[in-house]
Structures are given as C-alpha cells and as structure tokens.
DNA sequence: ATGAAAGCGCTAACAC
DNA sequence: GTGTTAGCGCTTTCAT
C-alpha cells in the first residue's frame, strides 16, 4: 500500500480536516506503524529506532495528535493532574484556586477544577460523588473545598481537605484558626462600645462555622455580656440562605447594633439588606465579616473582616496532596492537619454604636 | 454461590473498606448479576425486573458506587460536562468561571476546569492541547478565555473563545467592545488635563490588546495630542512581564502623568512600582485599568478602570456552548460573535495632572 | 429479563 | 525493533 494511501486528509495548515479528534490509531496509520509503535514513541520509551520515531513525530505534529487523558488515563496510573473539588465556583473557593493555582507552577502537575454540587438536590455530599467520578482515574489526587461530610481516607486517591466537615480528625485538613478570628472579630466590636451583638452564623455542618460561634460566645461572655438567643442565627454562608435570618435580625425595634457574620459573602448580604431598610453603615450597623476575600476590600463601606490567609492555604493543601500522592505510605486515616493564623482587618463598616 | 459469598466487605457505616474504587463489577458481584444489568439498573434503561432493579440499587447504595466519568465518558457520546479552559487561574479567568458557573445551575450540565498553561514551555497553544487531551471524551463542549492561538472549529467539540485571539472570525466568540473602552478611558484621563500619556499594552497576539491600543491612540489623535513612541510599551496583561516597561516608562525625568494599562493586573502593578519609586498615585501619576475585577475597586487607592460585563460575558458564552452543544447543525468555520458594551469606572486613581 | 461480548483510546506485557 | 494481545470501567447491541 502507498504511504499515502488511506492517511488522514491534512489540511494545508498542517490540522486534520477529517471531523472528530485525531486517535492514536490515525497517526499509527498514517505512519504505517501499529498503536503500540506510536504509544512507545510519544512516551518516550526505548525500543524504538530512530527513523521510526522520527517519521511518528513527525505525522504526529502534522495531525496535531495529543493522546487523550481519558484513554490514558483509565489504562496508566498516574496522570499529573490534581482535582480541585468544589460544590460551586464563588469567591471563597476561587480565592483558593488562585493560590492553588500559583503553587502548583514548576511542580510538574496540572488543576483540574470541578463543581460537582451544582444541583441543589446534592448540597450534602457532592464530594463523594465528584471523588468517585474522577477518582482512582482522572485524578491522582485531590483537594476538596469546604466538604459537606467527611471525606473517606481509605478508598482511592489521597485527599486533603479545605475548611473540613469535621475538626482535626479524619482526612489531612487545612484550615484556619477560626475560634481566635472570631474572637478577635467580636472584641473588636465590643471594644467600640457595642453591648447588643448580633451573629450570623455559617453552614451548621462545618467545623468553622462551629468555631466562629464559639469564639463569639467567649468573647461576649469573657466582656461580661449576655448573649441573646435571638441575635444568634444561621446563614450558611451564602447570601440567599442568609436573608431570611438577616431580616429576622434587622426588622425590629430592638436590633443588635453590630453583626459578626461567620463569612464575607453574608456579611455583605447584611450591609445590603440594612441599607435597604435605611440604616447606614457603620453609623447605625456595624458589620463584621470573615475571610477576606477582594470583594470585601471592593465593597462600599470596605468591609471590616477576618483575614484568612487564603493564598498560604491553597499552597499548603497542595503541597499536602503532591506529598501523599509521591510518598507510597499506606494511606491511614488519621492525616495531617495544619491550622493557620487569622488576622483583624479593621476598614469601614465598624464604628463605635450610635449614641441612641 | 451464596450472595453473601466474595462480595466486597462493607464497613459499619456503609461505606466500602476495600482499598481502591467501588467499580461496576464490584456492585454486580455484590448483587448478583452482570455488569450489563447494573448499568442499565443506573443508567433507567427499560427491560430489568422490579426486583432485579432494586436489589441493584441497594447494592450501589450500600457500596457507595458512583459511575467513573472517565470510563464512561470514553464509551458515550454525552458526559453532560464542560469544560472551561484557561492558561491559568487568575483574576479574570475565575471571575468569568464565577459567572459561568452562576448560570450553570439548572441547566443539567456540570464544570470541569482546566488549566493547561502551567508550563512556561507552552504559554502558546495551551489550548490546542488542552482542548485535545479533554475534547471528544471528557467534555461536551468548551469555553477557551483568551486563547494565543485561533482555535479549530472542525475538530472535535463546539468551543466558544472568550477575549479571543482574533476577532469576530473562525469559531463563536464573546468579548467586550475594547475599542470603545480604551476611548473612554483615555478621553477620561484628557478631560482631567493630562497630555502626556503612556500606554502598558496587553497580550500582543490577542485582538482586545491591539484594539486596546488603537482606542488610546484614535483618542490622542482625536484631541490633538501626539502619541510619543516610548511611551507605549507592552505588559502582555501580567505583572511580572509589566515589570520591566513600566520601569522604563517611569524611571525617567519626562515620564508621563498618566498611563493607561491594558488590564487591572497590570494597572496595579503600575500602582505598585510606582509607590516604590516615591510617585502617589493619583497625585503624581494617574492609572487607568481595564476589567473591572474586584481587586481593582479593593486596591489602595481604588483603581479606575474599564469595566466589561464579566457575568454577561460568561454567561452568553455559556449561552453559546450549550445552544452548539444541542443543535444537531454542522459546526462551519464561521461561528457566532457577541460583543458587549463596557463602560467607564471612575474611582481614585486618576486626578488632574500635578501643577508642575 | 438477563448476560456475553465488543469496543471506546490508550498503555504495558509479551511475542516475534 | 516492532507488532500482538489483554485490559482499564463502562455502555450497548445482540443472543439467549
């Protein structure tokens, strides 16, 4: 048969102008060598003789050939691609992509980002589902976002977790040290002047959330002040879920003069919500929010917030991952945790109470 | 054999205790039955026993099976997943992924993110590859933000280019009228009373930066102003690589009184440089950005920029890809092109130029 | 109603 | 050096 005979058609800008991706079984066609002959010479195994390699490549960039990761990835075992799992892109998880993101530069490995909690249907244990889907095959490990249940160690790929389900136990965790921000956020308002202190609380299932409660409980009961069972509510740390809460809080006569929200993103459903009713911020309300996430800086009054030390987070979890995945150490349930410090970031949207 | 009889163990809360993923052929042991049953068990096909369906069902339950998107994606047409490509998470990608992934709910499909630009060896093509490695197994269709190189439209799945490489040509596009943005921003910085006026330009191979820098030049020209050579340098949109020109357009004694930078990246790594060489901004130079990501409206002093319409932008795109997906028409050469309006954000980094 | 078998694109043993 | 073969986990005819 001539060489030519039955190769894919090639445009003359060198692409393949035959519809669909160009396989490995074109090139090797193409080529006039079998599959395997292509596989050795695009992986770079011995065995192959120069001219024959030469002539592969050679077709392969003629046809633009890139072997597929799937097909690779179902038959070999390691892929160099790390899976960032998370129930939804918003400015949280982003952030942390973005740290995630820089590190991960020069270490061989490629992100892969996946949303798997689109569906409300699935708001609880999204990340068992997106670990099976691309585990154990697409991924060689991955680093979940804000998990809604704790994440098997035992079964597939290494796993480290951001803003666990649950505190240090289980899984290799990241996070950061929620009770001291929450604190330190609710002696800031206290040391303004406010007594009557709201709390917009986070997603009932996470750890953190938990912590940014209790820090605000201690610092209210360390000032000598009580707490009003009705100022404590939840908002899941998303703004849809936190505007019910934050009218039941705002709409009466007797409402807190400040409000520690457990995350940035309810914390600025507070400011909008207030200033729909009319009252200005900080003059009326003081607000406190926790994260730090650029929206927080870019909002009007900037907001006063927790920084987490988001980019030192990403950077951590990742170096975690590449750890777990290249020692071959069984994998024990018991990972390893590390807690980062949180800091005040004092802007505009805390003032001492109104003199009333 | 007993149906209890090589099952896998299953642990106290259900969970698999096996090593590894929970397969399909795990299940059909576990259950009884072929791996063909069980697939159709999962997948809703007709022509399984009530009884059959059930016990699978239990069986999938209890084993915490979840279908593995790559093999299954390597045999079907449709995953119901696309994919976002970018070279790298920054800023501007993660504030379109936002967008996207805000109009994903309630559409069926599900986000997978891929960053392919790691390498500084492929900082050209990244998407070529990319697109190969996922296209035509993984995902159903594509949205490529800033891509260096035009994309193929004949091969493999329906992309959508946002900010693309060319302008409205090749395959469906989405972007913002930078012509227009670039105008208002530079007559912004005349109206203020600057005359000498620098330019950071963008990536040289994307048609947002050229036309970026026409709109600087058409309004120089416009009001009588002659553009100095020197003082239109290219940042390719990146801080490390605005290093340099911004040096040399700042280290001067005739440098300008305002520079207009391409992106927000760049702008504020305007800012920066020019903090550390003893210039307040806006006092002694006036900056302009272009995006309108929240770290320019968090920056200090908060940046005045060119804002697109990033959730629009995504959203369409979104729109795009969804619509090629479904539509069963030939996929030409010539797709569609959407162009949306930006508008001007004034904040505080520009001023009237120093009194000299 | 169920199962056996083929095959998606690829890699890894093993044969020639 | 190179090709043949098996098989990764899954879906899909096609027999039974």
Request: no cysteine; net charge negative.
């Amino acid at each position: 048969m001539t060489p030519s005979g039955d190769r894919p058609q090639v445009g003359p800008e060198g692409g393949a102008v035959r519809a669909g991706r160009v396989t490995i079984t074109d090139v090797a066609r193409a080529a006039g060598v079998s599959v395997a002959t292509v596989s050795k010479v695009v992986n770079g195994r011995y065995g192959v003789a120069q001219t024959t390699a030469s002539r592969v490549l050679e077709v392969v960039d003629q046809l633009g050939y890139e072997s597929s990761l799937v097909a690779r990835s179902l038959r070999r075992r390691r892929t160099n691609v790390i899976g960032v799992l998370v129930a939804e892109f918003e400015p949280f998880s982003t952030e942390l992509l973005k740290a995630i993101s820089k590190a991960v530069e020069g270490t061989g490995y490629e992100l892969l980002a996946y949303s798997g909690g689109g569906d409300t249907s699935d708001r609880v244990g999204w990340e068992r589902r997106s670990l099976s889907r691309l585990g154990g095959t697409l991924i060689d490990g991955a680093v979940i976002v804000t998990p809604t249940v704790q994440v098997p160690t035992d079964d597939g790929v290494p796993v480290v977790a951001i803003d666990p389900h649950t505190g240090p136990t289980g899984p290799a965790t990241v996070d950061s040290d929620s009770l001291a921000g929450a604190r330190m956020a609710t002696e800031h308002l206290i040391s303004l002047g406010h007594t009557r202190i709201g709390h917009l609380g986070g997603r009932r299932d996470l750890e953190s959330a938990r912590l940014r409660e209790l820090g605000y409980r201690q610092a209210m009961s360390d000032a000598g002040l009580t707490v009003d069972p009705s100022l404590v509510l939840t908002g899941g740390y998303r703004p849809d879920l936190s505007d019910r809460p934050t009218h039941e809080l705002l709409d009466r006569p007797d409402r807190p003069t400040a409000v520690f929200a457990a995350n940035d993103l309810s914390a600025l459903h507070v400011v909008e919500v207030a200033e729909e009713l009319g009252l200005r911020v900080p003059e009326d309300l003081s607000v406190v929010g926790y994260d730090d996430i650029p929206e927080a800086a870019a909002a009007r009054p900037p907001l006063t917030t927790v920084a987490q030390p988001l980019r030192e987070m990403g950077a951590e979890a990742l170096r975690m991952v590449i750890s777990l995945i290249e020692s071959d150490a069984p994998r024990t349930g018991q990972g390893h945790h590390t807690r980062l410090p949180t800091r005040l970031v004092e802007r505009a949207s805390t003032a001492p109470p109104p003199a009333s």
